[in-house]
Nanobody, 123 residues
Framework: EVQLVESGGALVKAGESLTLSCTAS????????MGWFRQAPGQERDGVSC????????SYKSSVKGRFTISRDSSKTTLALQMNNLRPNDTGMYYC????????????????WGRGIQVTVSS
């Protein structure tokens, strides 16, 4: 059974930093591109950042560029999202997602999804 388990969510103040982690199991980690999606209250879920199978290619939602960094550790089968200078509009449920195709991630068509972790940024 494939499992993606997010951790690291918290309530923080604007300007602070937070790192989310996702631990994957039940799949061949190196065969999957990985990403983070976010669903803010009352809004649709949309892509925040994605990373290719080897980690060589990364992409970001424009509003988080320069503040967020995505990374992966194949030896530990983990995905991370370092979030700096957090803003109130970064608040939402963050989901870890895996797909064999990098392009499919941004389309929200991930093969596997985590249950999500809450991040709340107060002003």
């Amino acid at each position: 059974e494939v499992q993606l388990v997010e951790s690291g969510g918290a309530l923080v103040k604007a300007g602070e930093s937070l790192t989310l982690s996702c631990t994957a199991s039940g799949l061949t980690f190196g065969d999957y591109a990985m990403g983070w999606f976010r669903q803010a209250p009352g809004q649709e879920r949309d892509g925040v950042s994605c990373i290719s199978w080897t980690g060589e290619i990364t992409s970001y939602k424009s509003s988080v560029k320069g503040r967020f960094t995505i990374s992966r550790d194949s030896s530990k089968t983990t995905l991370a999202l370092q979030m700096n200078n957090l803003r109130p509009n970064d608040t939402g449920m963050y989901y870890c997602v895996a797909d064999r195709f990098f392009s499919a991630l941004w389309a929200g068509k991930g093969d596997y999804w985590g249950r999500g972790i809450q991040v709340t940024v107060s002003s």
